[in-house]
């Protein structure tokens, strides 16, 4: 069951506690604070720590399944690029935008863009 036009969805890991999903008509958004306390840090780098790719990866097929109200069984990521590295102490705010089966994504790091590309639902 798809997430409907303003509804708000919890959010499980690898999100914080307590993330919730917003919902509009063809988008959706979560924005959440990262502590350098948060295991995404853990030897990634140490005295220089970052969110790794994997982890904004996680971040973004999470919201998109949840978005879809199911999980999602077969896709493909498309056009990602790493502009901007995340560090801790920041507000993050995840962005997606659905285009029929294909959903455009962005991540952001206190309004700057660090991470972007497609995540598209294959049959």
């Not at 999903?21 to 990634?44: C, K, M, N, Q, S």
């Not at 982890?55 to 896709?75: C, D, H, K, N, S």
């Amino acid at each position: 069951m798809l997430c409907g036009k303003g509804e708000s969805m919890m959010l499980r890991n690898p999100y914080p506690k307590g993330c919730n999903l917003e919902v509009g008509e063809l988008t959706a958004e979560v924005v959440f604070r990262i502590d350098e306390g948060l295991p995404y840090f853990e030897g990634h780098f140490p005295g220089n720590p970052i969110v790794p790719a994997v982890t904004q990866i996680g971040w973004i097929l999470v919201a998109v399944e949840a978005w879809r109200g199911r999980p999602l069984e077969r896709y493909r990521l498309s056009r990602f690029k790493f502009v901007l590295p995340l560090r801790p102490d920041v507000f993050v705010r995840v962005a997606l935008e659905q285009k029929g089966d294909r959903y455009a994504v962005r991540v952001f790091s206190n309004d700057e863009l660090c991470c972007s590309g497609n995540v598209s639902v294959l049959g």
